[in-house]
């Protein structure tokens, strides 16, 4: 018995941190790290890289705490919005919570300093400004979403500092995902319009309207669909490019329905599948080192065989 409290512990902690959303950061920074930021650098060279290491170390421990202090002060708007969710997160106590937020931040800075000073004062500054944000920003229609776009590509952005090597190429892609961020956040003020009016949230569709909202996330669609343009004429970006020729596609398509949904059920579903987009650009990163024309020849090859 108390071994399945344990266990029902273990996954409740697992879902007030995001676990799932931790594991897509450690493999979105890792990748980032061997094909974007230094793809001239071996791949053993950087992954037994001590320093990398401990960076990523401590992004993940600053994210996981600012998922607790988050949930903290959002329980019961979570409550409304994801009930299952909350009900299998309370199996842990907010005291335990609490505790635990301040253990992995302290362990993060504990790795911080001894990677460097600099290094310790970036997670320093990167800490408050994930508390400050469930502390005051959250209930701040559009500001919210800026200001936590801009914790969320903060892990990246100590990555940039760690490598020195900011190009054009990486400026297109930070870009992109950005707005992607942007896009996601606005589209969840959208599917949980119902929680945050009861709460007093001042969301994005709450205080300017529905409208203003689609017209918003319609304008950034168009930014995402010229990046994606300019990365794949670019061409350098090996197998990628077909990752940005569908999310180009996609984009255009959502462009033209968003205006048809009318449901909060419509925007969930929304919700998910630029979540699902996110994770398949993370993934898709690896294609960066696959050249179009090799696969290319190998098709060729495999239908000669075939035949």
């Not at 993940?60 to 409304?80: M, P, Q, R, S, T």
């Not at 950034?220 to 669909?225: A, G, M, N, V």
Request: overall charge positive; proline content about 2%; aromatic content about 16%.
């Amino acid at each position: 018995m108390n071994f399945q409290k344990v266990i029902l512990k273990l996954f409740a902690l697992f879902s007030v941190v995001r676990g799932y959303n931790l594991i897509v950061l450690i493999l979105a920074q890792y990748l980032a790290a061997l094909f974007i930021f230094a793809p001239d650098l071996g791949h053993r060279q950087i992954i037994t890289d001590v320093k990398l290491d401990g960076i990523i170390l401590c992004s993940i421990l600053c994210v996981a705490a600012g998922y607790i202090i988050n949930n903290f002060y959002d329980l019961e708007k979570d409550e409304i919005k994801r009930p299952l969710q909350v009900y299998l997160q309370k199996q842990v106590s907010q005291n335990f919570k609490l505790t635990i937020y301040i253990i992995l931040n302290l362990s993060a800075l504990i790795i911080a300093w001894f990677i460097s000073w600099r290094v310790f004062i970036f997670f320093v500054v990167y800490q408050f400004l994930v508390w400050f944000y469930s502390h005051k920003i959250n209930r701040f229609a559009l500001i919210k979403n800026v200001y936590l776009i801009i914790i969320r590509v903060m892990p990246f952005f100590a990555l940039l500092i760690y490598f020195d090597n900011f190009t054009f190429n990486l400026a297109l892609h930070a870009t992109f995902l950005t707005i992607l961020f942007l896009i996601t956040d606005i589209v969840k003020d959208l599917s949980s319009q119902k929680a945050d009016l009861i709460y007093n949230y001042n969301s994005i569709p709450i205080k300017y309207g529905i409208d203003f909202t689609k017209v918003l996330i319609s304008c950034l669609i168009i930014i995402e669909l010229i990046i994606g343009i300019l990365i794949i004429i670019k061409n350098d970006v090996g197998a990628m490019k077909y990752f940005f020729i569908c999310a180009n596609i996609a984009f255009f398509f959502v462009l033209l329905m968003i205006w048809r949904i009318k449901t909060i059920q419509g925007y969930k579903i929304l919700h998910y599948f630029f979540k699902g987009m996110i994770v398949l650009g993370v993934f898709s990163i690896v294609l960066i080192e696959i050249n179009p024309l090799t696969l290319q020849t190998i098709a060729q090859n495999f239908s000669k065989r075939v035949n």
